[in-house]
């Protein structure tokens, strides 16, 4: 039983183009939503968060948007750049992040130069 | 950044032998540690939950005689995993949650452990 969803193993996009990641969620108590880059042979590093409070969160070239009534969130990366290249996992905790994370099965990003 | 320590990286070894997975936070305290196991194509799912000083939480369906974890101080936690068989083959990795910081973005991870059991 998936809670959180990564639909896409992974994606390609060109260097400079916007890359989108999805994400969806089944279970409504989750409230608190994050993003974590994964290199290979390292463990996850957090990318961005966003609170089931706001719909859209940015920080430099990273924006998660969240769509609540469609149990969705999207992060996107524009301009995408080489170094972007990784796994991304989308996570979801419930009591505004304070519970355990429950992971998507990730997708992995290719920035082609 | 904060930086988890996660030893060994990889480890082989035979059926029937016990193997332990250390996890440090090196530059900060850490109450509470999470133990995650990620199968091949498969989502990093939760095992348990270790806080300093107490007994581990189990997630259901995760043997907690099988996966044994210690949290004796607040910067190290170790699992082990006790009579290993092939199907207990798998990534196992560590996060951390700095003392006193309640949000999941203070959370740091180790870099993993591959096991493989012969």
């Known amino acids: 039983d998936q809670q959180v969803k990564q639909n896409s193993p992974s994606l390609s996009v060109q260097e400079g183009r916007i890359s989108i990641l999805n994400c969806d969620y089944t279970?409504?108590?989750?409230?608190?939503f994050l993003w974590y880059k994964k290199y290979p042979a390292e463990g996850p590093t957090f990318l961005i968060s966003?609170?089931?409070?706001?719909d859209k969160n940015e920080d430099g070239r990273f924006t998660v948007f969240l769509n609540k009534s469609a149990k969705h969130l999207s992060l996107h990366i524009v301009p995408s750049q080489p170094g972007d290249s990784a796994v991304y996992f989308c996570?979801?905790?419930?009591?505004?992040?304070?519970?355990?994370?429950?992971f998507g099965k990730g997708t992995r990003l290719s920035v082609i130069a | 950044g904060a930086v988890v320590s996660q030893h060994p990286s990889r480890v082989i070894c035979k059926s029937g032998t016990s193997v332990k997975i250390e996890c440090r936070s090196l530059?900060?305290?850490?109450?509470?540690m999470f133990w995650y196991r990620q199968f091949p194509k498969q989502s990093l799912m939760l095992m348990a939950t270790?806080?300093?000083?107490?007994?581990?939480?189990?997630e259901q369906g995760v043997e907690k005689d099988k996966f044994l974890i210690n949290h004796a101080s607040l910067t190290l936690s170790t699992l082990t995993v006790t009579s290993a068989h092939p199907e207990d083959s798998s990534f196992y990795i560590c996060?951390?949650?700095?003392?006193?910081?309640?949000?999941?973005?203070?959370?740091?991870f180790g870099s993993g452990t591959q096991l493989s059991v012969l």
């Open positions: 279970n409504s108590m989750f409230d608190y």
């Open positions: 996060s951390a949650r700095q003392t006193g910081i309640a949000t999941n973005e203070k959370l740091f």
């Open positions: 966003i609170s089931s409070i706001k």
């Open positions: 530059d900060f305290q850490a109450t509470t």
């Open positions: 270790s806080n300093e000083g107490s007994k581990a939480t189990y």
């Open positions: 996570a979801a905790s419930a009591k505004s992040g304070n519970t355990p994370l429950v």
